[in-house]
């Protein structure tokens, strides 16, 4: 970095470091500069304390970066660097410029933080005590932990919490608790302003989907220590958020919707958790072999650019099912529907049908490549059949999202979509599952766990998204 580029300086001094007298100065462009080593607030200072005549920069530094204020691509350590004014005037001043330049950069000062124990391999509680705790402690942020106890748990919390008390709520666990948070605060009666409240998320579960899409949108690896970076720094972005409904059911979701095949390995894999995270790898072979194909209609908008997949919806009749069946309640009901607009449809039977709000679906599932965070839109993967061998390899490709290149993939971009699922092609009296978020959202008859309640039925049921609703912490672009 040019030394131009560093701004003029608000405050210069001398100092005394490790007992000898150098210059310090700080800069309108937020940097911290002496002999040896230039800091950038906003990337590298996490805070500052001030202990008897020492100041104390809690910061982070690339393992190669020198004295140049922008990094050589490092593994990122915590490091202490200390500092002592020649005078008490020289304290008192120092001190209040470096909290005026942190104060400027909207960091948060208090997050209510959620963690999940049972989640995964049970492993949030060390992850947080490890990598997300000393880095809030050398940021000065204050927070309230609360470990969640049972399923729904952070919801019922998100719903009730006096969110005045907070800059932002911190998700320790896989992508269940933000789920959970996005679903609490918008059931809530001040749903509009509870929505607003920034979302941080800490991969520490079995599906990291969020957090990886997160990080990987700016280069940087999916873990705790990177993603506890980014909530400090305080960035934050818009997230589109999809509404499914079903009558007057309503469920809110930010991550994807999957019917057959994928939500079929998903679910069914449960039976064999024994085998950890194998299992997913062992019953896709089985689900591959033993492949199966289901009866049923997808009706969208399509986003521009991708009106001519599918076929002519000739409308009839349900151009007002939706709006007529909401009462007035709490919460968020949901953005109007018009099934004019459901102007293109694909009949099946299908494999699979996938709809995504973010590019990964898991830490090695690049599930849809092309999605973005805002841009109101919902990326549908959609394979009405392949060859088994074909799929094999079809399949070998989510870790990369070479999948949507496949000649038996259809990918496109949504605006709203319509399921109209039906029964297994080789069987009309078995159905399938919906899955939503890696929650099962309907179960059909002689699924796996038939038997268990689900929120919705296996029926016609409808998603549409609104653009940026909720607002989560992002990581800063290098």
């Known amino acids: 970095m040019d030394p131009m580029d560093y701004g003029a300086p608000v405050l210069s001094d001398r100092v005394q470091i490790n007992g000898i007298i150098v210059p310090m100065t700080l800069t309108t462009g937020g940097k911290l500069r002496w002999p040896d080593r230039c800091l950038s607030i906003e990337k590298d200072v996490l805070g500052f304390t001030v202990e008897g005549s020492q100041i104390k920069i809690n910061a982070v530094i690339e393992s190669r970066a020198g004295i140049c204020c922008s990094g050589n691509g490092g593994t990122l350590l915590r490091k202490t660097f200390s500092f002592e004014p020649l005078s008490e005037d020289s304290l008192r001043l120092w001190n209040q410029q470096l909290q005026t330049v942190i104060d400027s950069l909207g960091r948060p000062k208090r997050l209510f ?58 998700c320790v666990s896989g992508d269940g608790i933000l789920v959970e948070v996005v679903n609490g605060l918008l059931e809530r009666e001040d749903w509009s302003s509870a929505i607003k409240m920034p979302l941080g998320v800490i991969p520490a579960g079995t599906s990291n989907g969020m957090a990886k899409s997160l990080l990987d949108s700016v280069g940087e690896s999916c873990t705790a220590f990177n993603a506890t970076l980014a909530i400090i720094r305080g960035h934050k972005r818009p997230l589109d958020v999809a509404t499914v409904s079903q009558g007057q059911k309503r469920y809110f979701s930010v991550l994807m919707l999957a019917w057959g095949l994928i939500a079929d390995i998903d679910i069914e894999s449960e039976k064999y958790r024994w085998m950890g995270s194998a299992r997913m790898d062992f019953y896709a072979i089985q689900r591959i072999f033993c492949l199966r194909r289901y009866h049923g209609c997808i009706k969208f908008v399509a986003a521009p650019g991708f009106e001519n997949f599918g076929e002519s919806n000739e409308l009839g009749g349900e151009s007002d099912e939706l709006n007529s069946n909401w009462v007035m309640q709490d919460g968020y009901c949901g953005p109007a529907f018009d099934m004019k607009g459901f102007n293109r449809k694909i009949e099946g039977p299908f494999v699979s049908i996938w709809l995504h709000n973010v590019p990964w679906g898991g830490e090695d599932v690049l599930a849809a490549p092309d999605a973005k965070f805002s841009d109101g839109y919902l990326d549908l993967v959609v394979m009405k059949d392949c060859p088994k061998l074909s799929l094999v390899t079809l399949m070998s490709e989510l870790n990369k999202g070479g999948h949507v290149r496949s000649p038996h993939v259809l990918y496109l971009k949504v605006k709203a979509f319509a399921l109209e699922p039906g029964p297994r092609a080789d069987d009309p009296n078995k159905e399938g599952i919906i899955d939503v978020d890696g929650e099962v959202l309907a179960r059909g008859r002689g699924t796996y766990k038939s038997d268990q309640k689900t929120l919705m039925a296996y029926d016609k049921l409808h998603i549409k998204v609104d653009q940026g609703l909720a607002t989560v912490f992002s990581p800063i672009s290098s």
């Open 113 to 170: 933080v959620l963690l999940n124990p049972y989640g995964g391999n049970r492993s949030a509680s060390k992850v947080f005590l490890d990598n997300v705790k000393p880095l809030l402690d050398d940021a000065n942020i204050h927070y309230t932990l609360q470990e969640t106890k049972y399923r729904l748990y952070a919801k019922e919390v998100a719903h009730s919490l006096d969110l005045s008390g907070y800059d932002g709520i911190l």
